[in-house]
């Protein structure tokens, strides 16, 4: 499956995420907020009841192609089966149940072209594992979706992004003590090839630059800190660089990110995730988004979790989620050539 143009007159489907954490209330929030950030037409997989403390207008849809004509004047919401009772800050596998169901059914309309992207909200790891969810995360049961669809293997690579910075983390969920076993030549180059191919694709890039962070201090110092640089990360470079990747490093990581660094390239690849994802919290925590490269479709996220202490007080930022939103329009519509320019 891949985007076609018709694709992107298609509404963005927003999934409920963790409905005990503050997905409701930013959803809501961002459907305020629609003519301000001029927002493209969005419909939520969740349930009406859920958004009565918010008291914002709620329409119950049955077609996503309903969305357009809802939108202006209220949200549009797709029931999922079921119902259950959320208290704030209080996550519970039952629920668990709809927020998968929720991303299952965002995938089916995905599939058939009903939406044009999914935005996913937060949801918890451990409570959908407690719901029997048997995937790591969000990205690994997309790309296993995805693969579905076409027979292939697909490998997905996570990339954070704010207006300042985009970042990759080539390793992600793994103990530091473990980050540089899991460095290898082959997931340098997979990784990279993915980033350089959907840069193109999704933001307009003719040449992407792509800057690669070391994994030791100062980047080894010339094998003096470690070999990393010198036996996997700098062999992976020059291969990528004759394919004519635009592709530099490996830089040390202390001098990449500030503001005349940033002006060198258009990417950084990080080895490990908290060397890819503290300089964007840092630079653009409430503006920061996930977005998922290398599927067949369009995946944003916003770039924080469930929030449990906040949830339910009305205190929460919608910004992330807003920012999710015009990404997926944004990437879309550079996929499908209806729009020209980053």
Known sequence: MSLQSSTSGSPIVVTMGDPAGISTEITAMAWQERNNQQLSPFFVLSRQSLYAPWKIPVQVIHSPEETRDCFPHALPVIELPDDFEVQPGLPSPESAQMTIQSISSAI???KTGQASSVVTNPVNKHVLYQAGFKFP??????????????????????????????????????????VSEHITEPLLMRTVRTVHSD?????????????????????????????????IIQPAIRALQAEDIDISGPWPADTLFHEKARQQYDVVIGMYHDQALIPIKTLGFDEGVNTTLGL???????????????????????????????????????????????
């Open 199 to 231: 840069m193109k694709k999704y933001f307009g890039l003719a040449s992407p630059r792509i800057s690669v962070a070391g994994l030791n201090p100062h980047a080894g110092e010339n094998g003096a800190m470690g070999r990393e640089e010198i036996e």
């Open 137 to 178: 995360g969000h990205t690994e049961y997309l790309a296993e979706r995805a693969g579905q669809w076409n027979e292939t293997r697909i490998r997905p690579v996570m990339m954070l992004l704010s207006s300042q910075l985009k970042t990759v983390p080539l390793t992600v969920h793994i103990p530091l003590n473990k």
């Open 296 to 342: 067949p479709f369009v995946r944003t996220s916003p770039d924080h979790g469930t929030a449990y202490d906040i949830a339910g007080k009305g205190c929460a930022s919608p910004q992330s989620l807003i920012e999710a939103i015009k990404l997926a329009r944004k990437m879309v519509q550079h996929a499908t050539g209806t729009k020209k320019h980053a």
């Open 108 to 110: 089916d309309y995905i």
